[in-house]
């Protein structure tokens, strides 16, 4: 395969994803089908529906098919296949509530209610490394299994939570 | 987990693990309990929130259970036979297990990371399944897992072995006196010093009594007043000596001990495999070995501080409730409320001095980025934007301060009160005694004086587990850093002084992390004195293969034999002696050029260095500087070009005249004229040699003898340059990639020359 250096733009009349169990497929307007897909965001922090690289994961480097630009644009059907996807590819549980943080040898023990379920996560105890300040009141915070758990909005959290995660993160 | 034999209790086991709707659901699909070999639960559920999953092999079926609430359904079924393979992707937060079913893929569950290893090695099992057959062994999938020895939860710092909880004290306690027992004179000394100084420390309230009863009061003696008062400047003196005695020890002890550490550790940590030295990052190492040792030291001294503490406290109880036992329960009656206000100082005002520290490295390393990248902010022009920056770290950080500052304020007062408080109800209860005239003014005066001495110390023992608890954990990621083994070893290696230098690689696989292989099924034969290119993209396999052949990681299946001879079997002695390797990116250690000439070599000599400098076109410009071959190089080789530091460490490889030479991107980081120089020294150097030659740059491979294209860990294409030139495969595309490429370079060049 050559390599281009241009985006290719993936316009909401050229694609249409289906499912296939749990592949998501996609056929292009041009008929070329693809049997996997894989989808990432570009800005996973930043941009919400927009920029969705399109890649096939059936090439050894996972090769870029195009760019959905805004899949907010794209029908309604596709639109939900989309969600789902990059909802099942990017595991990263909201905190919605912060019931405890121990400190014990180096490492910091979280007890958090979050969108996806009640769970403990455990984290190395440096703040600089595994701390994601997005914004005054955005965070993500790394676990030692590299999964991340976000604070959408500190502010929105109760005051326990709060005075929690202001105390372990130094902020 | 492992089911080798086919007995009733081992399968019962696997079954054992599993709920019974998912084994109901496997029935109903005419699968068996009893026959199951290998079951794991997947965390999440189809949709990707938390939830239930099972992945249930048989002998013949794969099936996928997911489970709810409402029970379980099954998902996926397939025999084994239709899966050709299988392997994991790694997504955010999580990852899947793909399976090639009929030729196609098929994703067929997800789980959180934390499950990434277990199913890592299913995968890797169902991959060998299918190309090699039935017969491969079933994993253990839970053997691998790092866990705790003791408590087998799962370990947070993979380089140790044990988890904080498990941390036996009184063993690792132990340990260290085992360690310290060439010190044992001096310890045993310093602890009866310890004591000396507690039984001075408690005598002059004991005199003071004395003299306010028998010498104020009753109108005593000139002459005792004088002895008393000279007994207690005596005291005095005395306990200076004492205690710089018992300093001079402590210290002689304590850093003797912390050096006998490191160099144990660093004498063990060289041995180490370097598969060690790349899962255990290199600062954390450099932590565990410098500082954490000198933070042993620091805690050694507390603690003996903590032991002196404590011998005071219960020293004086027991004065106390000698002199008057009634009064020595007033006296204990603050203790609760000094304890507890030190507890809660603690409590309190860790987070603030956490705060502080966390904003002060923010702010250095703020500041580090600016300072190192500051030809990058000029040459944008975001001074401003810097200096917006800097503030806010700094604000952020005068913040802190403050903080810690204020919450200081609050708590000292508070701390005070809480001591002072005790003294008063001394001075009343202790006051209507003496009115009553059940004890003497001096006993009362006395007793306040020990009650002085008492609180501090109490108020700091609040703290000692804290340090305890530091010191046991530290004391113990050096034992971990100790007990980690070092390379096995062959117990009885083949010598062989010189090799002939053939060279084979038979069914090579390895992976960094054994689920992800890097070389894949590798087979290659070189024979001796051959030069060999490998070519390909980054991330083929290259550099992997020459970790490989220098032995420092161990193949995970296959071998590699030279002479016929296994590396594992050969002693490390001489694999070093027979393979020389010239790096992409020589190292250099501090010393001068010479003595790094001969770092494998040390009894080179002068005429052997400047005959090897002089093969690796090295000689011309090393005697061309003001210091010749006595330069001094800095560490990675500073004062010296890319181009030279590469020459030099070409020369070194000459002159340990090896019988393989391994060439990794020698040329890659230097301009045309360099290469040309370094490239008629590797020529010299490669003759009469095994050479096996990575290259970025093609056209340096022309006279190799043979090229191997890698791809993805295993070898797309091999032959001799010409052919395979000629076949117009992989290494033709490669070379017309790199054409395009060099002419562009070639002409800029040419402009640069003309200018």
């Known amino acids: 395969m050559t390599a281009s250096y241009e985006i290719r733009e993936l316009t909401p009349f050229e694609v249409r994803f289906a499912k296939n169990r749990d592949n998501l497929t996609l056929t292009l307007s041009d008929g070329t089908f693809y049997g996997r897909t894989e989808l990432r965001r570009c800005f996973p922090m930043s941009e919400g529906t927009q920029f969705i690289s399109v890649r096939d994961p059936n090439t050894d480097d996972h090769d870029e098919i195009g760019v959905i630009m805004d899949y907010g644009l794209l029908s309604e059907a596709d639109r939900e296949l989309v969600e789902e996807a990059l909802e099942l590819f990017y595991f990263v549980p909201k905190i919605t509530q912060v019931r405890s943080v121990k400190e014990e040898f180096g490492f910091l023990y979280w007890q958090v209610l979050t969108d996806k379920g009640e769970l403990e996560f455990v984290m190395r105890d440096s703040i600089m490394s595994y701390v994601r300040e997005v914004s005054a009141t955005r965070y993500v915070v790394i676990d030692i299994n590299k999964t991340r758990y976000e604070i959408p909005d500190l502010l929105a959290l109760d005051s326990h939570s709060q005075g929690l995660v202001r105390r372990m993160l130094c902020i | 987990m492992k089911a080798e034999s086919k007995e009733n209790d081992d399968t019962a086991l696997i079954a054992e693990q599993v709920p019974t709707p998912v084994l109901r659901c496997l029935e109903t699909e005419g699968g068996s309990p009893f026959r199951l070999t290998l079951v794991c639960k997947s965390d999440l559920a189809p949709n990707g929130e938390f939830g239930e999953q099972w992945l249930l092999l048989d002998e013949e079926t794969f099936y996928v259970v997911s489970r709810s609430v409402d029970g379980a359904d099954l998902r996926y079924k397939y025999d084994l036979a239709r899966i050709s393979d299988a392997h994991i992707e790694r997504c955010v937060g999580n990852g899947l297990l793909s399976l090639t079913v009929d030729d196609e893929p098929q994703v067929v569950l997800h789980f959180s990371n934390e499950l990434g290893k277990e199913f890592g090695a299913i995968a890797q099992y169902l991959h060998m399944r299918a190309s090699e057959g039935v017969d491969v062994d079933i994993p253990d999938i839970h053997a691998d897992a790092n866990r705790c020895i003791y408590c087998g939860r799962p370990l ?27 010190h044992r004179g001096a310890i045993v000394l310093i602890t009866v010093l310890l004591l000396g100084i507690v039984a001075i420390d408690l005598t002059p309230p004991y005199l003071q009594r004395i003299l306010i009863d028998q010498v104020l009061v009753q109108g005593g003696s000139y002459k005792l007043l004088l002895w008393l008062v000279l007994g207690l400047l005596g005291l005095r003196m005395v306990r200076v000596g004492v205690v710089i005695w018992k ?26 495999p370097v598969e060690y030295f790349e899962k255990a990052q290199t600062g954390r190492l450099m932590t565990r070995i410098n500082t954490d040792t000198d933070e042993l030291q620091g805690l050694i001294s507390e603690l003996t501080m903590a032991l002196m503490r404590i011998m005071t406290v219960i020293g004086i109880s027991v004065v106390l409730f000698s002199m008057s036992p009634s009064l020595g329960w007033y006296g204990l009656i603050p203790t609760p409320l000094v304890m507890l206000a030190a507890y809660l100082y603690y409590r309190r005002m860790r987070p603030h001095f956490r705060r502080r520290w966390m904003a002060r490295r923010r702010f250095n390393a703020m500041l580090n ?80 004086g020990y009650l002085g001495m008492f609180y501090g110390p109490l108020s700091e023992l609040t703290n000692v587990s804290q340090s305890l608890n530091r010191f046991v954990t530290i004391a113990q990621g050096l034992f971990d850093l100790l007990d980690e083994e070092a390379q096995p070893q062959p117990v009885r290696p083949v010598r062989r002084e010189l090799l002939n230098g053939g060279i084979v690689f038979d069914n090579v696989s390895f992976g960094y992390d054994p689920y992800n292989p890097v070389i894949r099924d590798l087979s290659m034969k070189i024979e001796p004195g051959e030069l060999i290119g490998v070519v390909g993209h980054s991330g083929a396999g290259k550099s992997t293969l020459i970790n490989l052949l220098c032995r420092f990681y161990d193949v995970t299946n296959g071998s590699i034999r030279i002479d016929g001879i296994d590396l594992r079997d050969m002693s490390m002695d001489d694999i070093r002696r027979n393979i020389g390797v010239v790096l992409q990116q020589p190292y250099l250690f501090a010393g001068t050029v010479a003595e790094n000439l001969a770092y494998g070599m040390p009894n080179a000599k002068r005429i052997d260095i400047i005959r090897a400098a002089k093969a690796a076109n090295a000689h011309d410009f090393i005697t061309m500087m003001p210091e010749g071959y006595d330069t001094m190089v800095g560490e990675g080789g500073g004062g010296l070009s890319g181009g030279e530091r590469q020459r030099v460490s070409i020369a070194r490889a000459i002159l340990n005249d090896p019988r393989i030479l391994i060439l990794d991107e020698a040329t890659s980081s230097v301009d045309t004229k360099t290469e040309r120089q370094i490239q008629e020294a590797l020529d010299h150097l490669v003759q009469g040699r095994t050479t096996i030659a990575i290259a970025h740059r093609l056209s340096t491979l022309s006279n190799a003898n043979r090229i191997v294209v890698m791809n993805h860990g295993r070898i797309e294409e091999e032959g001799e340059p010409q052919a395979l030139l000629d076949k117009k495969g992989a290494f033709y595309d490669l070379v017309q990639l790199q054409n395009r490429f060099s002419r562009y370079q070639e002409h800029a060049e040419l402009l640069g020359a003309a200018k």
């Open chain 2, 156 to 182: 947070l710092d993979s380089t140790s072995r044990v988890c904080p909880r498990c941390i036996q004290k009184s063993q690792v306690f132990k340990r260290l006196m085992s360690l310290a027992s060439p």
């Open chain 2, 369 to 448: 980025t600016f300072l190192s990248g500051v030809r990058v902010v000029k040459a944008f022009g975001q001074e401003q934007l810097e200096e917006r920056r800097y503030k806010a770290h700094n604000d952020a950080y005068l913040n802190s301060i403050l903080q810690v500052d204020l919450a200081w304020s609050r708590f000292f007062p508070i701390a005070s009160f809480a001591f002072g408080a005790g003294g008063l109800i001394i001075w009343y209860v202790g006051g209507r005694s003496v009115m009553a005239g059940q004890i003497t003014v001096g006993t009362l005066i006395a007793f306040l």
């Open chain 2, 247 to 272: 300093n001079r020890l402590t210290i002689g002890v304590g850093s003797r001990f912390t050096a006998e550490m490191r160099e144990k550790l660093f004498d063990h940590v060289k041995d180490l």
